[in-house]
């Protein structure tokens, strides 16, 4: 009897322990889980923002740099049309 009783506290015991081990394993578990997929989601919006201002910059580079392009030939169609007035009037 007392040999069961031993027993009995012994497993008690040992399930106590167990479940206290294995409920902070999961808890270090989620903890972990969850910080993993914080800094993945971290990562991904400064991807994203990198990307969206990358292509922001990039856009606007064309834009200035077409701009440019546009008033060059401006420039140029101006001073050939000033050029050939020139030569003719005079």
Do not use: G, P
């Not at 606007?60 to 420039?75: C, I």
């Amino acid at each position: 009897m007392n040999n069961r009783l031993l027993l009995n506290a012994v497993l008690h015991e040992f399930v106590a322990l167990f479940s206290i081990e294995y409920i902070t394993c999961i808890k270090y578990y989620f903890y972990y889980y969850y910080n993993y997929y914080y800094y993945y989601y971290y990562y991904y919006y400064y991807y994203y923002y990198y990307y969206y201002y990358y292509y922001y910059y990039y856009y606007y580079y064309y834009y200035y740099y077409y701009y440019y392009y546009y008033y060059y030939y401006y420039y140029y169609y101006y001073y050939y049309y000033f050029y050939y007035y020139c030569y003719f009037y005079y």
